[in-house]
């Protein structure tokens, strides 16, 4: 999640801003989906039936890689925007921003997905595209942010960095 010790950062001249309902609606989300999967999981078991065509060996090693890049992807956004502030406000572009623009909401839509991949719920998978749509929508907010503050910059990232989906670099 983005919230937490940097939930205070508004001051900060070297942050383009973020989407107004941006941290609420993630706190709401975490806790619909987490209140619906485990409920669906562990409890009713109402569309888990998915689940006994995959097997647990798959399932298992398979969410866990999702889940460390979730980690991954999402620790290492979080040093790179809030780890310091910078003198001069600019584009972040390297470490992971250089293979998604967004990798702190990434790896928050994969911290869902993996615990999706865990019990197959159908229930809490309509909760994650909703989730996914979130993201997507305050991300292109956040966009619109960066450009008005970068420009040119921004506008030149947004064409040789993807969205979302990581591209393979061929050297």
Not at 43 to 51: E, G, P, Y
Not at 150 to 165: D, H, R
Request: aromatic share 14%.
């Amino acid at each position: 999640m983005v919230m937490g010790r940097h939930d205070n950062h508004g001051h900060r001249e070297d942050l383009a801003g973020e989407h107004p309902f941006g941290d609420k609606g993630q706190v709401i989300l975490l806790i619909v989906f987490l209140v619906v999967w485990i409920a669906d999981s562990f409890i009713f078991r109402f569309s888990t039936f998915a689940a006994q065509y995959v097997s647990l060996y798959i399932r298992i090693p398979l969410a866990a890689v999702i889940l460390f890049i979730s980690g991954y992807l999402a620790n290492q956004g979080m040093r790179v925007v809030f780890g310091k502030e910078r003198q001069e406000p600019a584009v972040i572009n390297g470490g992971v921003f250089d293979v998604v623009r967004h990798p702190i909401y990434l790896g928050c839509i994969l911290f869902y997905l993996g615990l999706l991949i865990l019990t197959l719920s159908l229930v809490a998978a309509l909760i994650w595209i909703a989730i996914v749509v979130f993201y997507h929508y305050i991300s292109k907010y956040e966009e619109k942010l960066l450009l008005l503050k970068f420009g040119k910059e921004y506008e030149q990232y947004t064409q040789s960095v993807p969205m979302w989906i990581p591209r393979l670099k061929l050297k």
